[in-house]
Nanobody, 124 residues
């Protein structure tokens, strides 16, 4: 089992920045992909960014390319999402997700473990 705990959400003005953190615990040696998703009430969960834990290869949704950066600190079992140039449409609940045993993309059904989420609100 893997446990994920997000932090770092909050309210920021448009154009501002936030950094989200996700601390993993438990059987972390099995994790191959870590990712961030976001969801607005009434809409489907959207994949934002992912990182392959063994190679640090990253992937992003088109909507955040050039503005968001995913990174990991393997020593701390933590994944980060640096969000710059934030827009009101980035407002959502942000979730950390992990997949054991496989390198996967940004499909939410590919992930085994989920955090509780952290709210990000971007004011216009």
């Amino acid at each position: 089992q893997v446990q994920l705990v997000e932090s770092g959400g909050g309210t920021v003005q448009a154009g501002g920045a936030l950094r989200l953190s996700c601390a993993a615990s438990g059987n972390t040696d099995t994790i191959r992909t870590l990712a961030w998703f976001r969801q607005v009430p009434g809409k489907q969960r959207e994949g934002v960014a992912r990182v392959f834990t063994r190679t640090a290869s990253t992937g992003y949704a088109d909507s955040v390319k050039g503005r968001f950066t995913i990174s990991q600190d393997n020593a701390k079992n933590t994944v980060y999402l640096q969000m710059n140039s934030l827009k009101p449409e980035d407002t959502a609940m942000y979730y950390c997700a992990a997949r054991s045993g496989l390198f996967v993309g940004l499909g939410s059904s590919d992930y085994d473990y989920w955090g509780q989420g952290t709210q990000v609100t971007v004011a216009s």
